[in-house]
């Protein structure tokens, strides 16, 4: 039962309804859904959800989600925001959507704070941990004689539909699939990536409508290149290699602030130097000549930990995200120190940072979905 308090303020008129509630985070405004039914109608609805999103433009509270396997798949996640300010962090556990005993899961991508699992190298999840809706996505269709050896997850602007890519592969052949949300269906794109090139990470990473490789070829003196799919004309492109760089060592793309970024290690006295890592960022995208060196870490001091993976950047202080086996670092570049916290009981994480939203796979597009208890 509704309380008096509620009662009262629901007799508001709806713009001073939404205008209230969109200015809360998507997480306290959850907690909503299961106090009163015509909050929940309203926070639900597209009109709200796109109320709260331009109020939000950056969304929610930044969240790490980790999954170890030790020796099923166990989920946790934690505020980045309390990571980085606060001097004692809890993980939460969380409930997955899916079967725990799968034999295999990884990570595809987050956008908008939906996010995007393969399971079993071949099945797609999409999930917003935040509202805990979850869909298993359709068989692709004809592809049961392969794998997903190459995938990525983004948002379609022009037709505002969320689109999964995959590319299922077997040791003859290839073919390239892109799922669309609005249709709820695969269709078979053309794939242009049969000629011997080779990965150097599976998960594209979502920019500005497109999604991006590294790739080398051997044709290329096995000189490291960017791949590009465009999600509204569905068609693959080559980015030209920024000239500033060299070949010697494989770039890790990221995304920094809504710009295409990599970490790359830099060059001392004319040498390239694995103790630092280069951040550089495409400030206009497509502007081959646009890539700015925004900061050069020394990671000397920790290769005690091994083979150091950077995969996040955060945009208003860049403290910059590391992964090294069970180590999680975090590198502080306006005062030059690392924070070292290590992932008790697991030798290994996955690991993906999410934006806390509250966009729905039902109100938004009408598909049936599951959802968390």
């Known amino acids: 039962m509704e309380s008096e308090s509620l009662r009262q303020i629901s007799h508001l008129p709806e713009e001073i309804m939404t205008d209230i509630l969109s200015r809360l985070t998507a997480k306290s405004l959850v907690r909503f859904n299961f106090t009163s039914k015509s909050w929940l109608s309203l926070i639900s609805s597209k009109h709200f959800i796109k109320a709260h999103s331009t109020k939000n433009p950056t969304f929610g509270d930044h969240r790490i989600l980790s999954i170890t396997k030790e020796p099923e798949y166990e989920l946790h996640h934690l505020s980045l925001c309390s990571l980085l300010s606060d001097r004692v962090t809890y993980a939460t556990h969380g409930d997955f959507p899916i079967d725990k005993s799968v034999r295999s899961l990884k990570m595809v991508g987050s956008c908008n704070g939906l996010v995007c699992i393969l399971i079993n190298r071949k099945d797609f999840f999409l999930w ?7 869909k298993k996505l359709p068989d692709a269709g004809g592809c049961g004689f392969g794998y997903v050896t190459e995938r990525g997850f983004g948002f379609d602007e022009s037709s505002g539909d969320y689109k999964v890519y995959g590319v299922f592969s077997s040791q003859y052949r290839a073919i390239g699939k892109i799922y669309s949300l609005k249709a709820n269906s695969w269709t078979s794109i053309n794939y242009n990536f049969k000629d011997g090139s080779t990965l150097l990470f599976r998960k594209g990473k979502f920019v500005s409508g497109n999604l991006h490789w590294c790739r080398t070829k051997s044709e290329l003196n096995w000189r490291w290149y960017i791949s590009s799919f465009d999600l509204k004309n569905e068609v693959h492109g080559i980015m030209e290699q920024p000239g500033i760089l060299d070949d010697d060592f494989d770039p890790i793309l990221g995304v920094f602030n809504g710009c295409l970024s990599m970490f790359y290690h830099n060059r001392v006295h004319g040498y ?13 995208y497509g502007v081959r000549d646009s890539w700015r060196r925004l900061m050069s870490i020394c990671v000397d001091p920790l290769r005690r930990f091994g083979l150091l993976t950077p995969f996040h950047v955060t945009s208003q202080n860049r403290e910059v995200l590391f992964k090294s086996g069970r180590y999680l670092i975090i590198y502080n570049s306006k005062e030059n120190h690392f924070q ?8 290994k994480f996955l690991k993906l940072v999410y934006v806390e939203s509250l966009e729905s796979l039902v109100s938004q597009f009408g598909v049936h979905v599951q959802t968390g208890k």
Do not use: A, G, Q
């Open 340 to 347: 070292c916290w290590e992932m008790i009981d697991s030798n």
């Open 128 to 134: 917003n941990p935040t509202t805990t809706e979850s």
């Open 272 to 284: 390239l130097d694995n103790r630092f890592y280069d951040l550089w960022v495409l400030k206009r």
